[in-house]
């Protein structure tokens, strides 16, 4: 059974950073892409940023590039979201999400993911 569990959000306050975590379980880490998607109140989830499977590409949402850095750990089955410059329009429910059907390029979409983690709440205080 796969199961994705998040960690690492918290309360920051502008300009500040945190570290997300995802931890996987119960599957081939190595084989699954990785994503991020967070969901603030009374909108839709949006993917966030994005890993395949050997770490070698990459893809961001433009409000992040610059800012955010996802890496994953394939010998500890976790992926990691930095995110730094945290701006309060960050403020939301971030959730990782794992797919072993896609490659190289990164999905943005959340129909791409079939295995999602509970989600974690970061808020960005002005």
């Known amino acids: 059974q796969v199961q994705l569990v998040e960690s690492g959000g918290g309360l920051v306050q502008a300009g500040g950073s945190l570290t997300l975590s995802c931890a996987a379980s119960g599957l081939t880490f190595s084989n699954y892409g990785m994503g991020w998607f967070r969901q603030a109140t009374g909108k839709e989830r949006e993917f966030v940023g994005g890993i395949n499977r050997s770490g070698g590409n990459r893809n961001y949402t433009d409000s992040v590039k610059g800012r955010f850095t996802v890496s994953r750990d394939n010998a500890k089955n976790t992926v990691y979201l930095q995110m730094n410059s945290l701006k309060p329009e960050d403020t939301a429910v971030y959730y990782c999400?794992?797919?072993?059907?896609?490659?190289?390029?990164?999905?943005?979409?959340?129909?791409?993911?079939?295995?999602w983690g509970q989600g974690t709440q970061v808020t960005v205080s002005s």
């Open positions: 999400a794992a797919d072993p059907t896609w490659f190289t390029i990164v999905p943005i979409t959340p129909s791409a993911y079939a295995y």
